[in-house]
């Protein structure tokens, strides 16, 4: 039987209900939670968060913070939708009236697909201005550090120093095993940014404690220029540090993302982190179909004693894909997993159980 546009409309409709009414509750709870941490954060001495800073940078959170809740809310939206409608017999309804779980559930799937492409595109480059401006806060008012390093396509900058004098790093690329800058520039500033020379080198080779440069030519403005064959700087930077002060890829839209992985592989740095940040926004889509299926079928079923046990078992399931989500980006990270199969393996994993559930329960 082909599935009819006023049921259609009609079960979509329900469905986005359901997530609009789960989305505000809990972000109301995530604003909540974010704020009272914050504040918790703010109260030492050596703070300069006010009560305004603070709700601001909770309401700069939230766009993020709704990123990471979608999967969820769109399980549980499912959840309530299916559970409700199966309890009021509108299911048993559609089926003896010859519609098929898979006709039933196209306008959740089809609602959930369009959600995720709506974050991916669209929700997903405002959370990542938000979340550089609420990492800016918080660096300002709660941990008091700076970043070090900035990456473009003229190539890498690296800032050093302390009250008495500062140097600004400059290089066009980096081999990041042996931590060597090549066609380096080093900018010498003394106290206020009086600019006071510059050393450029052929290579400069991060030491313990030193810049050890190659073929350096040491420029001042009252001196002769001088070359040196090997020359030490002082520096306070390690590579801990400078892998450190990278740009977070939760700070890179989506349309940003291949743009500066390919900085970074230009520059010699491993861009699996960003990598695998972007193919994991990419399978959205299809991760939040996979939530409408497992949501489907922990709920359709009806029981007089079973029913809230089946839906507790479908958030436990919600709460298991977080899980496995982060062993598996974590094996992608540590380079035991390919970016791309450590990103699309969750939502892979979970349409495949949701397929094979609806399957077993309906067609089985």
């Not at 609420?134 to 890498?156: A, N, P, Y």
């Amino acid at each position: 039987m082909r599935l009819s546009s006023t049921l259609s409309l009609y079960m979509g409709r329900q469905y986005l209900q359901s997530v609009a009414l789960v989305f505000l509750l809990v972000m109301l709870t995530i604003l909540i939670a974010d704020t009272i941490e914050l504040l918790r954060r703010a109260s030492g001495p050596d703070k300069t968060a006010t009560i305004e800073t603070v709700l601001q940078m909770a309401s700069l959170h939230i766009p993020f913070m709704a990123q990471k809740a979608l999967p969820f809310i769109v399980l549980v939206g499912g959840i309530v939708t299916f559970a409700k409608m199966t309890r009021s017999r509108e299911l048993v309804v559609a089926r003896a009236a010859g519609v098929s779980v898979w006709q039933f559930l196209l306008p959740a799937l089809v609602i959930a697909a369009l959600l995720g492409g709506l974050f991916m595109t669209v929700v997903n480059p405002l959370a990542s201005a938000t979340t550089a401006r609420f990492e800016q806060m918080d660096v300002t008012h709660l941990r008091g550090k700076s970043s070090l390093m900035e990456l473009s396509k003229s190539g890498i900058w690296l800032r050093q120093g302390d009250s008495e004098s500062q140097s600004v790093v400059h290089a066009a690329r980096i081999d990041q095993e042996t931590m060597t800058l090549y066609d380096t520039i080093i900018f010498l500033y003394a106290k206020e940014d009086q600019f006071v020379g510059r050393i450029d080198a052929a290579e400069a080779r991060l030491e313990d404690g030193y810049w050890n440069l190659q073929d350096a030519l040491f420029s001042a403005s009252d001196e002769p220029a001088r070359h040196r064959a090997n020359a030490r700087v002082p520096t306070d930077l390690t590579l801990e540090r400078i892998q450190n002060s990278f740009s977070p890829p939760e700070t890179l839209s989506f349309w940003a993302l291949p743009g500066f992985i390919k900085v970074l592989d230009e520059s010699g740095f491993s861009s699996v982190k960003h990598r695998l940040h972007w193919h994991s926004l990419l399978s959205v889509p299809l991760l939040l179909c996979a939530m409408v299926l497992i949501a489907a079928t922990f709920s359709l079923r009806f029981t007089r004693r079973g029913t809230w046990v089946l839906v507790l078992a479908g958030l436990l399931t919600g709460f298991l894909l977080y899980f496995i989500s982060d062993l598996v980006l974590a094996l992608g990270l540590s380079g035991k997993l390919p970016p791309v199969l450590a990103a699309w393996t969750p939502a892979g994993i979970f349409t495949l159980l949701g397929v094979a559930g609806l399957f077993h329960l309906e067609d089985g």
